[in-house]
């Protein structure tokens, strides 16, 4: 272990300075209905499905296109192209290598609106393109939505059957995102029997790498699970040809029914771009006129997602306000230095985002009381555990003016909270017991996020936020989640982060669960978690960690950043460890990284959408993690 030394009168005296100053940042920013909200950022695959959805909505005529969203279209271009790396590609996090989708989607988008291909921008990504195993390496989504204008073959991308409702409740096996992604989808790939039309002579044949097959790729052996999908999506592909047109069209009437009802008391279906993009396109398709009400309103609901400021143009993947808020509102509460009626303003408005219908989750727990909360300003239909638990973290620190509204809500929240445990004793996102492993070898389940499984950070901070609600720590519930987190030890003494990047991130939240279920800072799991904490400190003091994380299932390590910075600390106080230098390097990194206004920049992706395949720039993480990181230190030397 570092070297325990004595924390100064100085560092405690600058530390409250910061964290002063960052409060002050805070109650200046936020919105007079309570709620904090930051930017979400992604990569450049949503301006580039963009610009596929305006080829959808307004095909070309005669072979030329003019939509009439050209202004919108050319901005997005320009967003993609200042996005380009040297090397010709794109990739999917800031710093990160060229990825083969981002980079496919982009060519397709650039291509659409009349980039020359014989330019260098074009050659140089092409050349990246085909470098990393050409259009047959992308994933099946790309390929699916491509097909869609006959630019890729439909017999070598997966099919996603409308018929699938029709199977009772094997949908709601697969995770929220998935359910809400494939069923539109699914209209819309059955629908599509004609390729939309392209600009004239339009086409991708240039990705294509010589000699290598269309087909969807295979495994080894004849009987494993993705050999038999395999063989089964070609019964699918049968049944599109020969099978029943009354059961295609009984299920495209059920799924559209589905998705309808999914749209009411939201801010599009399941608030989240790919399901809304599909969404308009299957209403287009299913003959909903612009004018119709549903479709208008999902129409405005996707273009709501636009920001277009004037200096900026891009797309969010949906809005964090609410974990915005939650997270704001626990690092105030923690400083002790906000004023009663900035939190008490975020209290209320939190209030009346509680969840009071049943969604998804109920297939599962249909005699649970509805509650819990959901990540966006409207998203009644899936509300999800770990907001649920951020929410009641913060709402711990205020007095709203109905308190006993708010007993009774963080009443109901506990006992949804205790209902939405999975067998095996942790907590996922959205659903119980997501966890059909074979689903994962599907032909489209190539996103890398077909399942819900449990996870050690969500279950770490669901436990430390049910035992602050007065839930025993002799709990079944409490026990379980702990012998979860105890057996999800990865052997280097971490924890891997699902939701954000990566071990810092999963590591910090698990010792503060395990910590709160009452594990002793000198136990084995603790002790292990404090030491790989501290071995892998960057040398200026703070911590930092890559999105290749992901890819090779260990560690790796980047520059330094303000939120894994405070995620690190955090996890080392949690561990017992206030003293060491580790600790006190850490909070001087953030105390120096502090701008003058109280905030702090940081520019990596540190949130994870989809390991590997989707990652997300939280523009609020980089102030409330450390405003919570400097506040616990402060706690801690009290």
């Known amino acids: 272990m570092t070297p325990s030394l004595q924390v100064t009168d100085a560092l405690v005296a600058s530390t409250a300075q910061a964290a002063k100053r960052s409060v002050d940042w805070f109650v200046a920013n936020q919105h007079e209905s309570g709620y904090w909200w930051g930017d979400l950022t992604a990569d450049t695959t949503l301006e580039s499905d963009f610009v596929l959805l305006q080829l959808w909505l307004y095909p070309p005529n005669n072979g030329s296109w003019d939509p009439p969203t050209r202004i919108q279209i050319d901005r997005a271009v320009k967003s993609i192209l200042e996005q380009q790396l040297d090397s010709g590609g794109f990739n999917i996090f800031p710093g990160g290598p060229a990825d ?17 291909v014989d330019g260098a921008r074009m050659v140089a990504l092409r050349a990246t393109i ?29 099919s996603i059957p409308p018929e699938l409702i029709l199977l009772g409740k094997t949908i709601y096996e697969m995770s929220s995102w998935t359910r809400a992604i494939v069923i539109p989808l699914s209209i819309v790939h059955a629908m599509t029997v004609t390729a939309r039309p392209v600009p004239a002579g339009f086409t991708l044949e240039e990705l294509l790498v010589s000699g290598v097959t269309l087909e969807l790729p295979r495994d080894d052996g004849f009987f494993n699970r993705r050999n038999t999908f395999l063989r089964i999506d070609k019964v699918f592909k049968w049944w599109e040809r020969f099978g029943s047109g009354a059961i295609r069209q009984r299920a495209i009437r059920k799924c559209m029914e589905w998705v309808v009802e999914r749209t009411r008391y939201t801010d599009g279906l399941a608030a989240i771009y790919p399901p809304m993009m599909y969404t308009v396109m299957a209403m287009d398709l299913l003959g909903y006129s612009p004018e119709h009400p549903d479709r208008s309103e999902a129409e405005s609901q996707f273009a709501n997602l636009m920001v277009d400021d004037g200096k900026r143009f891009f797309f969010q993947p949906c809005f964090s306000v609410v974990w915005d808020t939650a997270i704001a509102a626990h690092a105030l509460g923690e400083s002790g230095m906000a004023p009663a009626s900035v939190m008490n303003r975020a209290g209320d408005w939190l209030l009346t985002k509680e969840v009071r219908r049943k969604g998804d989750w109920s297939v599962k727990r249909p005699n649970v009381e509805p509650s819990g909360w959901y990540f966006e300003f409207a998203n009644e239909y899936y509300p999800d555990i770990d907001d649920t638990a951020m929410v009641m973290l913060g709402l711990h620190f205020t007095k709203c003016e109905k308190t006993g509204s708010q007993a009774s809500c963080e009443k109901r929240a506990v006992n949804w909270l205790l209902a939405m445990q999975s067998s095996d004793g942790g907590w996922a996102a959205f659903d119980v017991d997501n966890n059909w492993q074979f689903l994962s070898d599907v032909p489209f389940a190539d996103h890398n996020a077909m399942l819900d499984p449990t996870c050690p950070d969500i279950t770490g901070r669901v436990v430390e ?93 980047a520059s330094s950043t303000p939120s894994q910075t405070a995620w690190a600390v955090m996890g080392l106080i949690a561990s017992g460890d206030t003293y060491s230098s580790s600790v006190q390097r850490g909070v001087e990194f953030l105390i120096e990284t502090q701008n003058t206004d109280g905030s702090w920049n940081e520019d990596a992706a540190t949130g994870t959408g989809f390991p590997n395949v989707f990652y997300l720039r939280y523009h609020l993480y980089r102030n409330s993690f450390p405003l919570l990181a400097l506040s616990t230190f402060l706690k801690a030397e009290r």
């Open 100 to 116: 083969v989708n981002a980079s496919v989607k982009a060519y397709f988008a650039l291509k659409t609106v009349g980039i020359s």
């Open 465 to 557: 936020s049910l035992v602050l609600h007065g839930v025993s720590i002799e709990h079944a519930a409490i026990r379980k989640g702990l012998a979860y987190l105890e057996n999800s030890q990865e052997a280097d003494g971490s924890w891997q982060g699902r939701w954000g990047v990566n071990y810092i991130y999963g590591t910090c939240f698990a010792v503060r669960g395990l910590r709160a279920a009452g594990e002793s800072d000198r136990e084995v799991a603790v002790l292990r978690a404090g030491e790989w904490l501290r071995s892998i400190q960057n040398a200026d003091g703070g911590w930092g960690e890559s999105p290749e994380s992901y890819r090779g299932n260990g560690f790796v390590v």
């Open 130 to 158: 085909l470098g990393l195993g050409g259009l047959q390496a992308a994933n099946s989504y790309v390929k699916i939505n491509l097909s869609l204008f006959g630019l890729y073959p439909r017999q070598h991308v997966p």
